[in-house]
C-alpha cells in the first residue's frame, strides 16, 4: 500500500551552510549504544575514516566538539551531543503523532483524486502503543485505515458527529472510574454503542532514573518543587491528573510547569528524560523507552468505541479480527505496562460501562 508519510528534520544553519543532521545523529546515536566509532560506522555502512570526517565535517560547522575520543578508538558524547539527540527524541516524540494525523489527512485527500474505492476506516484515537501496533497490524492486512490522533474528549465528539467510524477513549479500573466518565458521559448517554476493549495499562509518574526528588505520589510535586510536564486539555490523561490532584487536595497552580503541555505519552517521558522536567504522568511504556522510572498510580482500559448500527460494517468487522487475533494479543502483552487480558472483548456501552446507564 502506497501511502504519504511526513518526518521532521533537524538542520544546522550557519552563514552560507545548511547541514541536514539525520546522518549525523543516526552516526552519534550508535556511539552512544556501541561507545566505539569503529563499531558504529560498521552497523551503518560506513567506513571508518568516512564516519570520523563525517563527525569532523560538522564539528567545524558548529564550532564545538561532538565526541571525546578514548584509547583503542572508544568514543564518548559530549554535551553537545548528548543534547542534539535528546532533541532528535523530543522531536519525535512530540510531532510524531501530529505529522501522522497530517500524512493521513493529505493522503484522504489525494486517495478522492487518484483512487476509484476511497472506503476507510476513520479512527479518532489518543496516542498509545497499542493503537499504533493495531494500525501496523491493519496495514499488513491490507485493511484500509485512517488514524487521526486526538484528545480522548474530542474523538468521543467527533464519533458523535459521524466525523469518523470509531473513536478511542480510556477509563481507570477502580474509584475514578466514575468521575472520568462523568465528563464523556453527556457526549455518550443515549448513545448506541458497542465498546471493544484494545489493552489494558499502567499509569503512573515517570521521574529520572533513581528517583532524586523522592517523589511517591501527586501530593509530593509542590512540596519537593518538581518541574511537572502536563498533557493538553481535553485528553484523558490530563483529567485522570485533575481528579488524582482534587482527591490529594492539592492546588494545580502550585505545581511548577504545569502549563508544560506535551501531546503524548512519550513526548511526556522524553521531556523529563531530557532534563527539562522532573516529573509527568504517563504510561509504563513511556517510561522504559527513555530509561525512566516508574511510579505505578491506576491501570486504565482503553477502548474503542463504534455505533451498534456499524456492527457488521466488513472494516469494522475486520478490524476487531484483528483485536481477537492471537498475533495481536501477544502484541499487546509485549509492550511494557500492557495487559491483554480483555483485549477483543465487545460489549454494549452500558454493559461495558454501567455508570453510563
Known sequence: MKRISIAPQLRFRHDQSDVPLDKLLALLAEVDIHGNLQA??????????????????????????????????GAVLTPLAQRLLWGQKRLAARLGPLLETMASELQHELDDLIVHDTRQL????????????LAEFAARAGLPLDVSYRGSLEAVAALGKSECEMASFHVPVGPLAEPVLAHYAPLLKGKAYRVADVASRRLGLLVARGNPLGIGSVSDLARVGARFANRERGSGTRIIFELLLAQAGEDPA????????????????????SGRADAGLAIE?????????????????????????AAGHPLIRGL??????REYKEAVHAIPGYGDGETGRVTPLSEAFPALK
Open 254 to 273: 502550585d505545581i511548577h510547569g504545569t502549563e508544560n503541555i506535551e501531546l503524548t505519552h512519550a513526548a511526556v517521558a522524553a521531556y523529563i528524560a
Open 320 to 325: 476487531l479480527d484483528i483485536l481477537q487475533s
Open 122 to 133: 476513520r479512527i479518532f484515537a489518543s496516542h498509545g502503543l497499542a493503537v499504533a501496533a
Open 40 to 73: 558504529a560506522s560498521q552497523v551503518l555502512g560506513l567506513s571508518y575514516r568516512g564516519a570520523w570526517g563525517h563527525v569532523k565535517e560538522a564539528e567545524a560547522v558548529m564550532g564545538a566538539p561532538l565526541l571525546t575520543m578514548a584509547r583503542g578508538r
Open 285 to 309: 511504556a513511556a517510561a522504559a523507552q527513555f530509561g525512566l522510572d516508574f511510579l505505578p498510580v491506576l491501570t486504565e482500559r482503553y477502548c474503542l468505541m463504534f455505533p451498534e448500527s
